[in-house]
């Protein structure tokens, strides 16, 4: 148990690879470590919309299957950068595979840029650079990483405390920015108030209002046949 009890009230965001069954476990075994010392956890694939099930939904509704994936993938990005930039006090990021995820190396630069504590895991021997991961991508965690899943709730802590300031509200963040986060907030509400009967009828029907395509302003996207 780490020596640290984390404030229940302070939620991780998790970033990292989650294509294949063996990533995915070792997420869930990090967001674990996190739960298992009194935090609360963000873990998109888990925690956020299911792609397959919404997308059908979508499909069944009209929408050809291309044009839906397209909208509904600015659905999960606002809904991500919502998570990072609003709920969640920290992040944990794993750096593991042959070169880090695209996607997670995103989230970190957005939380670093926000002045959220970031702790980064790593232990995969396999870098890019010489025995060395980018610069670019360490220098966002003062060029440390941790290798031992078990440490991470400990490290996390130390970095929380460590933070120089709190992070800018929505209203003080760059417009792009405050959009993604609002739309976000609107799907995280949906997330919230779904029932089992409701299905993702309520999450397709936000993910429509907000991303769908209008003959008003997108004149080159077609509305649902």
């Known amino acids: 148990m780490p020596s640290n009890i984390a404030d229940a009230a302070q939620q991780i965001y998790c970033a990292g690879p989650l294509f294949n069954g063996a990533e995915r476990d070792e997420m869930a075994a990090i967001a674990d470590a996190l739960t298992d010392a009194g935090y609360r956890v963000y873990l998109p694939h888990r925690d956020g919309m299911e792609f397959r099930l919404v997308h059908r939904t979508l499909i069944e509704r009209g929408w050809e299957a291309p044009q839906a994936a397209e909208f509904l993938h600015a659905a999960i990005f606002a809904l991500d950068v919502y998570q990072l930039a609003v709920e ?69 802590s130390t970095a929380i405390v460590a933070g120089e300031s709190l992070p800018p509200s929505i209203d003080e963040m760059p417009a792009k920015l405050q959009q993604a986060s609002r739309d976000g907030a609107r799907l995280w509400q949906a997330i919230g108030n779904r029932s089992a009967q409701q299905n993702d009828e309520l999450l397709a029907d936000v993910v429509t209002e907000l991303f769908a395509p209008t003959r008003a302003t997108d004149t080159k996207s077609a509305s649902p046949i």
């Open 88 to 156: 969640c006090d920290a992040v944990i990021w794993n750096l593991n595979g042959r070169v880090p995820d695209e996607g997670a190396v995103s989230e970190a630069a957005i939380a670093w840029t926000l002045g959220k504590p970031i702790v980064a895991y790593q232990d995969d021997v396999r870098s890019l650079i010489a025995g060395r991961v980018n610069p670019l991508l360490v220098g966002l965690v003062d060029f440390q990483t941790i290798d031992n899943i078990d440490d991470i709730p400990d490290a996390i």
